[in-house]
């Protein structure tokens, strides 16, 4: 069940259709296509103060993911007309810290200033909370104010409230595009990071079989394909360090098929085949030796398996419970 919402106005997101933590939060908008806006989408987590904890909480088309993929931007894409994009941020309540208080959802128009535009001359704009599993609609907030010089709007947050999680529609704007949003919330703009959101107004495809993702300070962070704007197909994930993490087969963002999990090393911590992010049958190593090959459930032996002790030698052989042999 979908609630519209206004300007003002709070809601419980688990009122409106039971606990759900894992959810889509979209943003719309229609402009002249005949006048190039670049509309940027972000989202800002927040604690206590209203201020971000370090400048790494930003999420943005140069940065897009946070918290081990549990804050996700999934890029922007053409709407229904020429005139009119989307954009998708996936978050999970669930892996947000406590720290995080407030979760902030912006869009900018790039060197709106210099361009002689504003959101005076955007139309439509709303923003959705959608149940990311079912892409089920919880709440819609159409915003209707009128603007006129802002660049940069706040159309929403999501708010901890006595343990619970609540949404929050704000719909305020105010001039200086990206840089007066960061400095609203506590980051001091840097160059490197208005450069890089130049790009995200541009329309981004959500479907491609060969894209390259980067971390806010330039590092590549993913490679491989993209289906909805989740990780599908073959591809590899870095660490800051430029090292792999995993090079794997995924589906609907997830670890699901073939893969290897690789240390910071090199060495092979598990090969083996994966589903929904967990490793389900192959081998696991320690120091570079297989230590046990066989099923696996909640990332312990389960399932019929060999276990080899650190000398080399096989000491079960057969079927574990959850990690314990049991015959």
């Given at each position: 069940?979908?609630?519209?919402?206004?300007?003002?106005?709070?809601?419980?997101?688990?009122?409106?259709?039971?606990?759900?933590?894992?959810?889509?939060?979209?943003?719309?908008?229609?402009?002249?296509?005949?006048?190039?806006?670049?509309?940027?989408?972000?989202?800002?987590?927040?604690?206590?103060?209203?201020?971000?904890?370090?400048?790494?909480?930003?999420?943005?088309?140069?940065?897009?993911?946070?918290?081990?993929?549990?804050i996700l931007h999934m890029g922007i894409v053409q709407g229904g007309s020429?005139?009119?994009?989307?954009?998708?941020?996936?978050?999970?309540?669930?892996?947000?810290?406590?720290k995080i208080s407030k979760i902030n959802f912006t869009l900018t128009i790039?060197?709106?200033?210099?361009?002689?535009?504003?959101?005076?001359?955007?139309?439509?704009?709303?923003?959705?909370?959608?149940?990311?599993?079912?892409?089920?609609?919880?709440?819609?907030?159409?915003?209707?104010?009128?603007?006129?010089?802002?660049?940069?709007?706040?159309?929403?947050?999501?708010?901890?409230?006595?343990?619970?999680?609540?949404?929050?529609?704000?719909?305020?704007?105010?001039?200086?595009?990206?840089?007066?949003?960061?400095?609203?919330?506590?980051?001091?703009?840097?160059?490197?990071?208005?450069?890089?959101?130049?790009?995200?107004?541009?329309?981004?495809?959500?479907?491609?079989?060969?894209?390259?993702?980067?971390?806010?300070?330039?590092?590549?962070?993913?490679?491989?394909?993209?289906?909805?704007g989740l990780f599908n197909g073959k591809g590899r994930l870095y660490r800051?360090?430029?090292?792999?993490?995993?090079?794997?087969?995924?589906?609907?963002?997830?670890?699901?098929?073939?893969?290897?999990?690789?240390?910071?090393?090199?060495?092979?911590?598990?090969?083996?085949?994966?589903?929904?992010?967990?490793?389900?049958?192959?081998?696991?190593?320690?120091?570079?030796?297989?230590?046990?090959?066989?099923?696996?459930?909640?990332?312990?032996?389960?399932?019929?398996?060999?276990?080899?002790?650190?000398?080399?030698?096989?000491?079960?052989?057969?079927?574990?419970?959850?990690?314990?042999?049991?015959?």
């Open positions: 069940m979908s609630a519209n919402v206004t300007k003002g106005q709070r809601v419980g997101l688990n009122a409106v259709n039971g606990k759900i933590d894992t959810m889509l939060i979209e943003v719309g908008w229609d402009t002249d296509s005949t006048v190039g806006y670049e509309i940027d989408l972000e989202a800002f987590l927040l604690g206590d103060d209203g201020k971000v904890l370090d400048d790494s909480c930003i999420v943005f088309y140069n940065n897009p993911s946070i918290l081990d993929g549990r020429s005139s009119s994009k989307r954009g998708q941020i996936k978050v999970d309540l669930s892996g947000v810290p406590d790039h060197e709106g200033i210099k361009r002689g535009q504003s959101f005076k001359n955007v139309s439509r704009l709303y923003i959705n909370i959608l149940d990311y599993n079912t892409q089920g609609e919880l709440l819609k907030y159409s915003v209707d104010e009128v603007f006129s010089v802002e660049t940069a709007l706040v159309l929403g947050e999501l708010y901890r409230y006595k343990g619970t999680w609540k949404f929050n529609a704000i719909g305020s704007g105010f001039k200086g595009g990206l840089a007066a949003i960061c400095n609203n919330y506590g980051i001091e703009t840097e160059e490197e990071v208005q450069e890089a959101s130049q790009v995200q107004g541009k329309t981004q495809p959500l479907n491609q079989s060969d894209v390259r993702l980067f971390y806010n300070d330039g590092g590549l962070w993913y490679e491989g394909g993209l289906l909805n800051r360090d430029g090292s792999v993490s995993y090079d794997a087969e995924f589906k609907d963002g997830k670890l699901y098929g073939y893969g290897k999990n690789i240390l910071k090393s090199g060495e092979i911590r598990f090969e083996g085949y994966f589903e929904n992010d967990e490793p389900v049958k192959g081998k696991y190593y320690e120091n570079g030796n297989l230590r046990y090959e066989g099923e696996f459930l909640k990332n312990k032996p389960h399932g019929y398996g060999k276990f080899i002790d650190k000398s080399g030698t096989m000491k079960y052989n057969g079927k574990f419970d959850r990690g314990t042999f049991i015959g």
